[in-house]
């Protein structure tokens, strides 16, 4: 862990790159923050009403956000810019009663060489009574070596009674595998908005498991997968909406097919109450040619046409 | 000028070859403004979309300004100032209104000109700049911001392909007002194919199209009336509605 941490001096260029990319970080975060680098923490940053803290039986931080807290951000970024490397991290969120924040995590891989370089985050979410939580992901991969760049997240989420947690879990490019699992519930009143987006091209494979128990009266969730799918990539995505009681889900999952891409949707509903209200919906389709020809109109080529239908779907 | 020389267009089908266009010759001088009108089916649209390169003539050849474009691809006929509104606009999820706008003129629009565009095709520019062009739009609407879309753009020729289907009266109202604009201040053509008599009214110039070819071409005055009239004498059941 450094003492002194400076943005410009305690950085090199490719960690300064990697940050830009996955947390829009382009100098030393306002609010409370973690940077952590090939396996390591880096530097890290409490404040009076965000307290960060090392775990003692095994990698990773337990983060308590005080009730009440209002307005403020929390940055996580991992990044690694070694070849070989395997790191798996726990974070714990405690997220206060009242408390109005704004999470932003991310993952970035650097990979020049050879061997697979991996990050598996298991991320708990404890969400109290009344809480506002933002969180925003973005899982990023490049380099030109060979060894694979893996990233294979655990997201658990306990949404408190009246709580709202919005989660936008974001992975555009150079990630070769990524397995992700989710698990949440939602507690009476409460609402979870869950908003997935993915890219893959190459020879990538994404799968994505999620499960949301809507366990109190009146709980809401949304589930929006939005994925591309190009070269030889495969995806698959199985979100499952479970309504234990009176409640409202929509899941809905769309994906842009290309090339030669493999995309399964398996979108699940469960009701085990007779007031649960469940709504899922899913299509894949090729980009429609009327957008094309629209945007070519424009005096477009055809490439930039896919780029701007695929950068709105996506955005 | 536009220049359409023997333009032909068939489609194949289980019965053999369907002539849709059928060596049709057509100019248009620079600045007029022209409206195209004729029977469905009767091949208005498919002149369109041959003049914008969507679709590729079987015979025939279209000249712009002194140069072949008949083998020329949408986006480079786009880039000569060729523009084209849809009968049915795609839809796109993700790109707002005000990002369309943009991506039509060129470059990032500044607030002012986007709601003007909105204004003059009757929509309230504070509702509708951030929406996006999605199914959360209705079909109307679409069209509007479609119509839009090619008033944002600096074009040598405007096509329009029926640009009040699906437009409320009111809005329709506000729209022959933008297109009789667009007629007094241009420096370039438009072209619009339209049914509509109050459309007509705003042309220099009327084209019928029917069975592929032209019927009838002349300045707006001389045709308009014959062609309302020729309507009351064809139809049989007006007559029949008349005579009782």
Known sequence: ?315 | MLEIRNLSFKVSDNDGELEIINGLNLTIDNGKFVVITGPNGGGKSTVAKLIMGIEKPTGGQIIFNGTDITNMSVTERAKLGIGYAFQHPPRFKGLTVRGLLSLAHGSELPEDACCAYLTNVGLCSKDYLNREVDTSLSGGEVKRIEIATLMARNLNIAIYDEPEAGIDLWSFTMLVDSFRAIGKNRHDSVIIISHQERIMELADELVVIADGKIRNQGPKDELLPNLLGEFNGNCSLRREVVTK
């Open chain 1, 1 to 315: 862990m450094q003492n002194k941490f400076d943005f410009k001096s305690s950085l090199q260029n490719v960690d300064k790159g990697m940050l830009a990319e996955i947390a829009d970080l382009k100098g030393t975060p306002n609010g409370a923050y973690n940077i952590r680098r090939n396996g390591e923490g880096m530097v890290r940053h409490s404040t009076d009403n965000i307290i960060i803290e090392p775990k003692k039986d095994k990698p990773g931080i337990d983060i308590t956000i005080k009730p009440n807290t209002k307005g403020e951000t929390l940055h996580i970024p991992v990044i690694i810019t070694e070849t070989g490397v395997n790191d798996v991290v726990y974070n714990d969120f405690f997220v206060g009663e009242n408390s109005d924040v704004l999470i932003v995590a991310g993952c970035g891989i650097h990979n020049c060489g050879d061997q697979k370089s991996q990050h598996d985050g298991i991320h708990s979410f404890h969400i109290g009574k009344n809480a506002k939580l933002k969180y925003v992901e973005k899982h990023y991969g490049d380099g030109d070596g060979n060894g694979e760049r893996v990233l294979n997240p655990t997201t658990i989420v306990e949404v408190g009674e009246g709580a709202y947690c919005e989660m936008e879990m974001v992975q555009i490019k150079g990630v070769d595998s990524t397995v992700r699992e989710t698990n949440a519930t939602v507690a009476a009143g409460g609402k979870l908005v869950m908003l997935e987006k993915l890219m893959t091209h190459g020879n990538q494979i994404a799968h994505s498991n999620m499960e949301v128990s809507l366990d109190g009266e009146d709980s809401v969730a949304q589930i929006v997968s939005r994925t591309v799918g190009k070269g030889n990539s495969e995806q698959v995505f199985a979100p499952k909406a479970i309504g234990n009681n009176r409640c409202k889900a929509h899941v809905q999952c769309d994906s842009i097919i290309m090339d030669n891409a493999k995309i399964s949707s398996i979108p699940a509903i469960a009701a085990n109450h007779t007031d649960a209200q469940i709504i899922h919906e899913a299509a894949i389709g090729k980009i429609n040619n009327d957008q094309l020809v629209k945007l070519q109109t424009f005096g477009m080529d055809e490439v930039e046409a896919e780029d701007i239908i695929i950068q709105g779907f996506l955005k």
